[in-house]
């Protein structure tokens, strides 16, 4: 047993904790870049609340809302153009995994100098501007780990910066702003978190203490999404939610992502599909591929799931990982193809080919070490 885990990051978790977010800021600098979403913080008012708090300590602010979906690494340019030339000091993101992803690659290259395409691909880093996030769903759990994903528009390689310098200072996690998420959004920002408890616990960089969080997260999710999907104004289920997404960015820091980010990352790089959908269609078949090679670990999972009794013979709940993610997945309305999002046949060559440019050192984590023709024969069966 040879491991290492920190996580040197402030967690703030409860209600009404947003209203810290201004004096926490205070702490770290006096003018704040708040990195955000063109259009879900300031339709629920999160936004325009969150400059009154910053007013309120008696901190300046400049708005950079210009975060797609998949963060693109020209945005974070104009996110480091925006910060030198207001003089900010602090960055501050908010919303979810895209706003968090890119107000810690802005505050990283606000300090270091040239492509961040450059630093993604393994150049090192020296600091970064002081970075405060708030998370407004359940999905990344960007809030607690070193990781940015960003997509080159030239290129379409998706890939994570990760480094030291871009764990936030402090983050806030406020179950209540989950609320006002549409459904569509609740389900792939929730099975992702799933699947960084997943994948972080068949990785072969887990250990003990990520498998035990990975184990609470993929029981609680399991518990409470379907919860949260019908009724996303139950505050007890959404602390769970909450709680659960954050320890799968705790899991996805130190154990790493494997196969399903890796096969998915071409696919939203490519087509710009919604990251948790793509998840969707590609888990099904990667654990039906994966259970032979981890029989023990899948049918932990079988079980976290609530898939199963544990008096059943261990090959066959480790056999039943895959139809717990299906009813799971049908329980919140995710069940799809990669057809169905716009993925083509045609492509399959490329995907499998940038998937291990980009993310091999993710699939090399897996249980099995896959191949160019697994890939590929993975991704046809998702089709």
């Known amino acids: 047993m040879n491991f290492e885990y920190s996580i040197p990051v402030k967690l703030h978790f409860g209600c009404k904790k947003e209203s810290l977010v201004g004096s926490i800021c205070k702490k770290y600098g006096k003018k704040v870049l708040i990195v955000t ?33 998949n963060p ?33 690659a802005i505050a990283f290259s606000c300090v270091n100098e040239g492509d961040i395409s450059d630093y993604i691909f393994g150049k090192q880093g020296h600091g970064a501007l002081p970075i405060i996030l708030v998370t407004t769903t359940a999905g990344t759990g960007s809030e607690a780990d070193s990781i940015a994903v ?13 480094s030291p310098y871009i764990y936030p200072k402090e983050s806030i996690i406020d179950p209540e702003l989950m609320t006002t998420m549409p459904k569509n959004v609740i389900a792939a920002t929730g099975f992702d978190a799933l ?14 203490i990520t498998d035990a ?17 019908e009724n996303p104004y139950d505050i007890d289920s959404w602390n769970n939610m909450a709680v659960a997404n954050t ?6 820091d130190s154990a790493g992502a494997t196969l399903v980010h890796g096969m998915e990352h071409p696919l939203s790089g490519l087509y710009g599909i919604v990251h948790g959908e793509g998840l969707a269609a590609l888990m099904p078949a990667a654990m039906q591929y994966t259970f032979p090679f981890a029989v023990e670990k899948c049918k932990n999972i079988t079980l976290a799931m609530g898939y199963g009794d544990d008096k059943d013979d261990e090959v066959k709940l480790a056999s039943k990982a ?23 046949e045609g492509d399959i060559d490329w995907l499998a080919e940038n998937a291990l440019k980009t993310m091999k050192h993710a699939i090399d984590k897996h249980p099995v070490v896959l191949g160019t023709d697994e890939i590929k024969y993975l991704y046809r069966n998702c089709l």
């Open 37 to 69: 979403g063109k259009k879900s913080t300031k339709k629920t008012g999160l936004l325009y609340r969150v400059v009154e708090y910053l007013k309120a300590e008696g901190l300046e602010n400049v708005v950079f809302d210009e975060v797609e979906q």
């Open 72 to 104: 693109l690494t020209t945005t974070v340019e104009a996110g480091v153009k925006l910060a030198k030339q207001e003089g900010c000091d602090v960055v501050l993101g908010l919303g979810g995994g895209s706003a968090m992803d890119a107000a810690k």
């Open 150 to 162: 960003l997509t080159n528009p030239e290129t379409k390689d998706k890939k994570a910066l990760k």
């Open 195 to 208: 699947c960084h408890a997943i994948e972080g616990y068949l990785s072969s960089h887990a250990n003990p």
């Open 213 to 229: 969080l990975a184990l609470d997260v993929i029981k609680r999710i399991s518990e409470n999404l379907p919860k949260v999907y």
């Open 247 to 252: 320890m799968a960015g705790m899991v996805l």
């Open 322 to 344: 895959k139809d717990a993610v299906i009813s799971l997945l049908e329980k919140i309305n995710l069940r799809v193809s990669l057809r169905g999002l716009g993925a083509k």
